[in-house]
């Protein structure tokens, strides 16, 4: 009987025995009983207006309502109202102390805290990085983003570490949070904006409120994954004791989850400080004001001014917060810590003296404008590289091209195709990949955004997101294949890519609309700059943690370079490859939407145009179709067993 049964199975060929071909068959089988039905029903390409459903009334009546009753509705009043004077209370009393203790008392106390943290190397780079914020004269607006900082991180902090320990000790809660995480995750930082300038207007309390709400969601996530990860043996082993549930998380659990949650309020940091530049649109202040203004004047050297501190502080906070998540100050505060209060000591000594002084501000004398040699440098490229370039052509007519070759073809060919085709494309990539949930999921996330009325904005964007993911993935690959088989390279790429990894998303567009207008090329151009260094590092990463001993049996055959890479590493990293493309697809549209500040068009320019008219309905349909065509792009590229890691 067993070989009657067998027989049949070692007839079958072998691609139909593999798991992705029955799918794929599954697919094509539906396809010829659906494709036939819906073009007859549905024969043009665009989604159908008897399957939208228009939320302008709805969405208007709200964001009136708002407006009306914002000033003496008691939800307002004594909720909304005593919120947002508390944000201003907080973020004023940081400031006017970062004021007070004076440009030489937070130069020499944050040098200290670097030392405390992971040596004196990076307290001197720490005081080295004050000075130069000094030194361009982005001294007051570095103090008012510090301040704005400080009160959205421990906010943020606080919110995602109560909701990381909910979701940590309670399947239930978990299982709640996953999905609102994942689409807060993959929600780009500038659709934040509208829903909460209409409920606090332009100021403050929305930037520092947009910021919370942005950077949570890393520290909730990694808050509970450090308390779902902590070792069975040693929470068992305190069990027996007789320890109480209180005493097991406060005595176990949350202490074996230090580094996941030290690396929480890293990323919560560096999200915060992205978030922070970005809500200079709706009145932060500080260097994000700076940068959009130089931005709206297309001023490359006032940009550079007050981007230059904000890398800094990026660069610096990153690492602090890093060595204190890797542990790496305990080897260098051995000897600190017989030194450490005089070091204290002395920084409080230099802030007094300050104090005294009178010198608080940072002198006028001191300061060094590098707007004025930036700005001709710039011109010169404009006048040289701009257009008229021999054989190669300008920028400008790079971008022309790549609009006209690459960006148009590619949008009127998605708007071409029927509605119908482009989710069954959808499900059958999210299938592959993943489960039918997986499937599902993706298919309804794209189908919502033909039902919110947004089909061909939203391929539109969807056209510059593929352009964008292609070419970074072209150049990633590439360079972290490069970076993963030289040392010398990766040591010549560390410093570059720890640069453009912790810059805000805001700063990338200055540079490409000077060098190549306003359009779509320009926003496609600052996405891929913005995603390549993490496709770059992962890809990288995944390539170097290949079992050695493949490699090895792989050079005693006799393969060549070549095969072993093609045959060995890439399949190995398979898994590290499709995270790299997820996260590039992410950063990718993160950038891709506010690219609608320089006529990237599409959803972009729906959001930004509500958030400039105070258009709710406008802003939160396009914002709402971000969120869809994001989660359909994060589950179209994030493999299973990724996701479900994720969750565990």
């Known amino acids: 009987m067993a070989t009657i049964t067998a027989a049949p199975a070692r007839t079958l060929p072998a691609f139909l025995r593999s798991r992705a071909a029955a799918k794929l068959a599954t697919l094509a089988l539906?396809?010829?009983?659906?494709?036939?039905l819906a073009h007859a029903r549905w024969s043009s390409g665009s989604w159908p207006a008897a399957l939208t459903v228009d939320l302008t009334g709805p969405l208007t009546s709200a964001s009136d309502w708002i407006i009306d009753n914002r000033d003496s509705h008691p939800l307002f009043l004594y909720f909304f109202g005593h919120v947002s004077n508390a944000v201003v209370l907080c973020v004023r009393a940081v400031y006017l102390a970062l004021l007070a203790v004076g440009w030489a008392g937070v130069t020499a106390l944050g040098a200290f805290v670097a030392w405390r943290v992971a040596g004196p190397r990076l307290a001197l780079g720490t005081a080295t990085a004050f000075l130069a914020c000094g030194l361009l004269g982005m001294w007051v607006p570095t103090m008012q983003t510090l301040a704005l900082m400080a009160v959205a991180v421990l906010t943020s902090v606080a919110v995602g570490a109560l909701l990381g320990l909910a979701a940590g000790l309670s399947d239930r809660l978990d299982r709640m949070l996953r999905p609102v995480l994942d689409t807060m995750q993959v929600?780009?930082?500038f659709a934040y904006l509208l829903p909460v300038v209409l409920v606090f207007g332009?100021?403050?309390?929305?930037?520092?409120?947009?910021t919370v709400v942005y950077a949570a969601p890393p520290m909730a996530r990694l808050t509970a994954l450090g308390l779902r990860g902590a070792d069975r043996g040693v929470l068992e082993a305190v069990e027996s004791l007789g320890a109480t549930a209180r005493q097991r998380l406060l005595t176990a659990r949350i202490p074996l989850a230090r580094k996941e949650l030290l690396l929480g309020v890293n990323q919560t940091i560096m999200m915060a400080l992205s978030m922070a530049v970005i809500a200079s649109v709706i009145g932060a202040g500080g260097l994000g004001d700076r940068v959009y203004q130089a931005l709206a004047s297309v001023d490359v050297g006032a940009a550079l001014a007050a981007g230059i501190p904000i890398v800094l502080l990026a660069v610096v906070l990153d690492r602090v917060t890093g060595a204190a998540g890797e542990g790496a100050g305990a080897g260098a505060a051995s000897p600190g810590r017989r030194v450490w209060p005089y070091a204290l000591g002395a920084a409080a000594a230099v802030a007094v003296a300050g104090r005294l002084a009178g010198r608080t501000e940072w002198p006028d004398a001191w300061t060094v404008n590098i707007a004025g040699p930036v700005n001709r440098a710039v011109d010169?490229?404009?006048?040289?590289?701009?257009?008229?370039v021999p054989v190669i052509g300008g920028t400008a007519d790079w971008a022309g091209r790549f609009t006209t070759w690459v960006l148009d073809p590619l949008r009127d060919g998605l708007q071409w195709l029927p509605w119908w085709s482009v989710l069954l494309v959808v499900a059958a990539l999210a299938w592959l990949i993943g489960t039918w949930r997986t499937a599902l999921t993706a298919v309804l996330a794209m189908a919502a955004i033909g039902v919110l009325g947004v089909w061909e904005p939203s391929l539109d964007t969807l056209s510059q997101v593929l352009a964008a993911v292609a070419v970074t993935l072209v150049l990633g690959v590439a360079t972290g294949v490069a970076a993963a088989r030289s040392g010398r390279v990766e040591r010549l790429l560390r410093?570059?890519?720890d640069v453009c990894q912790t810059m805000p998303q805001f700063v990338y567009l200055i540079p490409v609309v000077a060098l190549a207008g306003v359009g779509r090329a320009p926003a496609v151009a600052a996405a891929v700059v913005y995603?390549?260094?993490a496709v770059v590092?992962?890809?990288?990463?995944?390539?170097?943690q290949v079992d050695?001993?493949?490699?090895?049996?792989?050079r005693s055959l006799g393969a060549t370079s070549g095969q072993q890479l093609r045959q060995v590493q890439l399949p190995l990293a398979r898994r590290s490859l499709l995270l790299a493309v997820n996260q590039g697809v992410v950063l990718v549209l993160a950038v891709v939407i506010i690219g609608g500040l320089v006529g990237g068009g599409a959803l972009g320019y729906d959001v930004v145009f509500g958030l400039a008219q105070g258009d709710l309905a406008t802003g939160l349909v396009a914002g709402a179709a971000i969120v869809c065509l994001g989660l359909m792009l994060d589950r179209v590229t994030q493999p299973t067993d990724r996701r479900t890691t994720k969750g565990a």
């Open 537 to 544: 590092r992962i890809t990288a990463q995944g390539l170097r």
């Open 187 to 189: 929600l780009p930082a």
């Open 30 to 36: 539906a396809a010829l009983v659906l494709v036939p």
């Open 548 to 554: 050695p001993a493949a490699l090895e049996s792989a």
């Open 202 to 210: 332009i100021g403050v309390p929305a930037a520092v409120l947009a």
């Open 495 to 497: 410093p570059v890519l």
């Open 380 to 388: 010169w490229m404009t006048g040289h590289l701009y257009t008229g």
């Open 531 to 533: 995603a390549l260094p």
